[in-house]
């Protein structure tokens, strides 16, 4: 540990420890004495602590503390009137406590002092009241840390401090500028119930979780980039100002946090939780698509890294007013949007992933394969389809990507997972968020979704309308399916054609005869043209010159038009069905098809 006096200045030059240090003790001399507090002599430290008293400056720099000794210096620094040690300027630059350093309830009128000083064990601040500057710049915790209930009037410096155990700031308050600047915290870190009138974080490095729950952040205008390991709670916090968060973390918890001003949150890695937030402003969340820096320098993010991949997913939105939410390029895949106010104003921007439907073949439980179309999906239809279909329940929970639908957090209990008529009104809300914004190919998957729920829905949705559900979904997939819409079309193009064939057109083309009586003696001649009557095939039906009439015959259906053929009177009854079901296929795959391109 490097000292924090220059080499010039009075150190105490005591040879405690010439095997690690030939200069000796670096303590800072006490006035009129030739060594530090922990070296002079006993009868010399006496009268020296007899000359202290409460809201005294001390200078003990570099000293090495006991607790015992900790103890006499702040007993003789008590107010008798509190019984509470009170200091004026307290200068423990370098300073090294051995034992537990208790600080408890101590009042530092005076700028207070600990950079680069080392904690050995237990660094108690409870209730510590700092009145003016205090400064841990550099300072160690080698053990668990306490400054619950401490109050920073000034500015409150921790820049590149460390802590090795848990440290707790539970309702600390700071009321000026907070510095925690490329501090780095290996144990948790809890801020409970403290109040931050301006903090700064940017570099600094949590190991572990840094809980920010109950928080309330009255002036901060940029809270990091920051990197943390575990889990950032802001759960239940108050951000009374405009705010941007910028932190690599593995989860984030806004459950309930309280967003009072404009808010943007740029993740990397983390699985955002925004269940019950309140949101009285736009608050955007944002895939940060780099590395952060700090000072120019990548901040490390390699334990995160090796987990998963840096995309942020958000896990709930439920209880939220969605109309000031946007999502930018964010993972939805396991999102809750169930319980969620106003969805069709949120705003759902670039590259956006939704939960994909199964892949491959789904043969259990059916009497033939059916092969999912590929579309975008909401977590609540996967929850439901999974427990409809009866799958057992799975720990840990798999991606949702695999061959069948994923179970939810609440799998077997029908009261909590989401029936068709609940999903519906989901898949209908975000319907209108994508159409409002102009994404009509976005749009038309949830629309898809919306027209699944309501023909699987046995409350909302008579049997007469399932049934025409059902055949629209299976002629043409709602209208979004153009190689359904034109797979049947071809179907029925070449039913028509083996029809026509076989029963539709005559034998032979029926012949025109023209008859009439010639008067005598000449005049005026009448004649009456009759034509036979188609008559029905026999033999020969399939040949190439009766498929390409037959065929003729088939694309003037598709368009509304008549051929002109003879036909059979079975012919005229098929070439009416075509007319009407063909042009009405090719009309749904070309809707299908102006909805994938429409923008």
């Known amino acids: 540990m490097p000292s924090a006096l220059p080499p010039s ?3 105490c030059g005591h040879d405690a420890a010439p095997a690690t240090d030939p200069v000796g003790c670096r303590g800072i001399r006490i006035p009129g004495h030739g060594a530090c507090l922990a070296h002079v002599d006993p009868v010399d430290r006496t009268t020296y602590l007899g000359t202290l008293s409460a809201g005294a400056d ?12 900790l103890t006499e210096l702040l007993n003789a620094l008590r107010d008798p009137t509190t019984d509470l040690p009170v200091i004026g300027r307290a200068r423990f630059d370098g300073a090294r406590f051995d034992g537990e350093a208790d600080f408890a309830g101590v009042t530092f009128k005076g700028p207070a002092s600990f950079s680069e000083a080392i904690f050995s064990d237990y660094g108690r601040f409870k209730a510590a009241n700092f009145a003016s500057k205090a400064t841990f710049m550099a300072a160690h915790f080698m053990d668990e840390a306490s400054f619950q209930e401490a109050s920073f009037a000034d500015v409150a410096r921790f820049m590149k401090a460390e802590f090795h155990g848990a440290v707790l700031f539970l309702e600390a308050e700071f009321s000026g500028l907070t510095f925690f600047s490329q501090a780095r915290f290996k144990g948790d870190a809890a801020f409970e119930r403290s109040v931050f009138t301006d903090v700064r974080v940017s570099g600094a490095i949590f190991e572990a979780n840094a809980e920010f729950n109950k928080v309330t952040f009255r002036e901060s205008s940029r809270l990091g980039p920051f990197v943390c390991n575990g889990v950032v709670d802001f759960g239940g916090a108050v951000f009374e100002a405009p705010i941007t968060v910028e932190t690599a973390a593995s989860s984030v918890s806004c459950s309930g946090t309280r967003w009072e001003y404009r808010a943007e949150l740029r993740l990397r890695y983390a699985s955002l939780d925004l269940q019950y937030a309140v949101l009285s402003a736009p608050t955007a969340v944002t895939f940060h698509a780099v590395p952060f820096t700090h000072l120019g320098v990548p901040l490390p993010e390699e334990v995160l890294s090796s987990r998963r991949g840096p995309s942020v997913s958000v896990k709930s939105v439920q209880g939220v007013d969605a109309s000031f939410l ?14 969620a106010f106003h969805l069709d104003q949120i705003h759902i921007e670039g590259r956006t992933t939704f939960a994909p439907v199964p892949e491959g073949l789904d043969l259990p439980r059916r009497i033939w394969p059916v092969k999912w179309s590929k579309r975008r999906t909401l977590a609540e239809e996967h929850y439901w389809r999974a427990h409809a279909a009866g799958l057992p329940a799975s720990s840990p929970q798999p991606p949702l990507a695999g061959h069948d639908w994923q179970i939810g957090p609440y799998h077997g209990d029908p009261a909590r997972t989401p029936d068709p008529e609940d999903v519906s009104a989901l898949y209908r809300q975000l319907r209108k968020a994508f159409e409002d914004a102009k994404n009509e190919p976005g749009a038309a998957d949830f629309y898809y979704g919306e027209m699944e729920m309501r023909r699987h829905s046995r409350n909302d949705t008579t049997r007469a309308e399932r049934g025409l559900l059902h055949a629209y979904w299976l002629l043409s997939g709602y209208g979004l399916r153009a190689s359904r819409a034109a797979g049947w079309l071809i179907a029925a193009m070449i039913t028509t054609i083996l029809l026509l064939m076989g029963l539709g057109l005559p034998q032979n083309s029926p012949k025109q005869e023209a008859s009439g009586t010639v008067p005598a003696g000449g005049g005026r001649v009448t004649f009456s043209i009759d034509k036979d009557d188609p008559q029905n095939p026999t033999h020969d039906r399939f040949t190439g010159k009766r498929f390409e009439k037959a065929l003729n015959v088939t694309l ?3 368009i509304f038009r008549s051929s002109g053929q003879d036909l059979t009177t079975t012919g005229t009854y098929i070439e009416m069905g075509s007319r009407l079901l063909e042009p009405a296929l090719l009309a749904l795959a070309v809707l299908a098809v102006r909805g994938r391109i429409k923008r």
Request: charged share 20%; hydrophobic share 40%; with cysteine.
């Open 9 to 11: 200045w009075p150190h």
């Open 556 to 558: 003037n259906s598709v």
């Open 58 to 69: 001390i200078d003990h720099r570099a000293t090495p503390f006991t607790l015992q000794l």
């Open 326 to 339: 946007v999502l930018t390029d964010t993972d939805l895949t396991r999102c809750r949007f169930a319980g």
